[in-house]
């Protein structure tokens, strides 16, 4: 099955700078990546997502980029407001079987 | 607007009794999922529903069973929690299995004591 990775599990950032998560797949049939945020007690949030035929989106301030060659996968956050701070999660999904979390990242964005 | 709602938010039961946890859709979506999350770990899927069809992981306790009366209501029952059943409990739907954005309800916290 698909394994993904995540690094760094903790990010701390000072507000106004950039962060950056990665991520790394094991199944080269994965072809859907998306990226959650999840507040402390709450749900999963859909930030961005990508396809495996696009190699890089972006929505104000959040980037995603894709290299399918390397199988890996990263968040880009600019300016980051204390907002911002949450655990982000990678995921894949390869064709039909299930989504595959990372293991998560603990964004705190310093004031 | 709530599309994907969970009750009860925080749910307290007694080692070994049943306890249900609902969730309901207003996305009209074929599939249902239930996943359980630990503290600081990732969600983890427990089984979902496409349309009628169950669809149970593997590793998947058999302490926990889910009914689908119709599409918009998924129920997740825990038959006899133990205390390593406290968890959030988080709902999510899509309109097609795994090929679709999965879109999570708010979870239920449960506690055993």
């Known amino acids: 099955g698909e394994n993904v990775e995540q690094h760094p599990s903790t990010l701390s950032v000072q507000e106004g700078d950039s962060a950056v998560i990665k991520c790394t797949y094991s199944d080269s049939a994965s072809n859907y990546f998306p990226w959650y945020k999840q507040e402390l007690g709450k749900r999963p949030q859909l930030i961005i997502d990508i396809r495996s035929n696009v190699g890089e989106k972006k929505d104000q301030r959040i980037a995603v980029t894709l290299n399918k060659t390397a199988k890996h996968f990263s968040l880009h956050i600019t300016e980051t407001q204390p907002e911002d701070s949450a655990v982000y999660f990678c995921?894949?999904?390869?064709?039909?079987?299930?989504?595959?979390f990372g293991t998560g990242t603990r964004l705190t964005i310093i004031p | 607007d709530a599309m994907v709602i969970q009750n009860p938010r925080y749910q307290v039961t007694q080692f070994g009794k049943p306890v249900t946890l609902s969730c309901s859709q207003t996305l009209n979506h074929n599939v249902m999922y239930w996943y359980q999350q630990k503290s600081s770990q990732a969600p983890k899927l427990l089984f979902h529903?496409?349309?009628?069809?169950?669809?149970n992981e593997a590793d998947t306790p058999d302490n926990f069973q889910s009914r689908r009366p119709n599409t918009s209501f998924c129920f997740l029952d825990i038959r006899s929690p133990g205390l390593g059943d406290a968890a959030m409990y988080l709902c999510?739907?899509?309109?097609?299995?795994?090929?679709?954005?999965?879109?999570f309800g708010p979870g239920t916290r449960l506690l055993v004591l």
């Open positions: 999510a739907t899509s309109r097609e299995p795994f090929r679709e954005t999965q879109y």
């Open positions: 529903y496409y349309d009628k069809d169950f669809n």
């Open positions: 995921a894949a999904l390869p064709g039909n079987e299930k989504l595959t």
